[in-house]
């Protein structure tokens, strides 16, 4: 595979990264407050097995209410008057908020949103099945 050139500083190049090890290394590091979640990934067909049309996906992207929690910056849940039963989730929790919430970004085609602490409104075990209404 050829590899693609983002930037060129001071005879220096940089190209995508290849290997998923070094996608993740790409991922932002949230500061302060904001919690870095990833979309599950939206089925293409309805359970009767016809295809989604493209804008179908595209809301239901956008649209979405379940996410992934993969980071948390390191000021998130501190302030014990707004939070004082502590943290409302966890690295690794699924999470539902409202749609449109956050700032939406897409690396390597996936899309990442950062959110803030305080716009967690459940966490969910299991979020298959779940769908925005």
């Known amino acids: 595979m050829s590899e693609l050139l983002i930037a060129s500083q001071d005879g220096e190049t940089s190209t995508l990264p290849e290997t998923a090890e070094e996608k993740a290394k790409q991922l932002p590091e949230p500061t302060g407050y904001h919690i870095l979640v990833a979309l599950p990934e939206v089925e293409d067909k309805f359970d009767s097995g016809l295809v989604k049309a493209d804008q179908t996906l595209f809301e239901e992207k956008v649209l ?7 980071k948390m910056g390191p000021d998130c849940y501190k302030d014990e008057k707004r939070f004082p039963n502590g943290p409302w989730c966890k690295e690794g929790d699924f999470i539902l908020a409202r749609p449109n919430t956050g700032t939406r970004l897409k690396i390597h085609g996936r899309e990442f949103r950062l959110i803030n602490d305080d716009v967690v409104e459940a966490v969910v075990q299991d979020p298959r099945g779940i769908s925005r209404a």
């Open 64 to 70: 979405a209410t379940v996410f992934f929690v993969i």
